[in-house]
């Protein structure tokens, strides 16, 4: 009897990962897979919508995002929208959240200017 282990069926490159030590808040990253299969995966400059054969739908271009502190958290709300962190850093480091809707244009309603560590407590 043979065991066979999963086998990668597509990858999908999101940028050159930035240096950044080992258990550092920046190496955290966690996808979201909306309800029509869409995957949503964090890059280094927005966010990217992947169909399930690991195609791109769309890419959000987060214009301001510090290269060094990547998209880091993505929630699909029950009505499609989907919300991912950003950081921001002009003369100190700053964040929120921004709301883009299922074709990845952006919405008005960000929740926070201040940096969240986890999407989840904006919405507490």
Sequence with gaps: MSQSGPTKKWEFFTGQPHQVLRGDYYDDQCLAIG?????YVPGN?????LRA???QK???????QTPYAPVHFILVDDSGN????NTVEVNRLSGGVTQVDAD???RPGAISRDRVTQ???AFA
């Design 35 to 39: 309800s029509d299969g869409t995957i």
């Design 45 to 49: 400059r927005g966010l990217y919508a």
């Design 53 to 55: 054969d690991g195609t």
């Design 58 to 64: 769309w890419f959000h271009e987060a214009t301001y």
């Design 82 to 85: 989907i919300w991912f962190d």
């Design 104 to 106: 990845g244009h952006e």
């Design 119 to 121: 999407i989840g407590q």
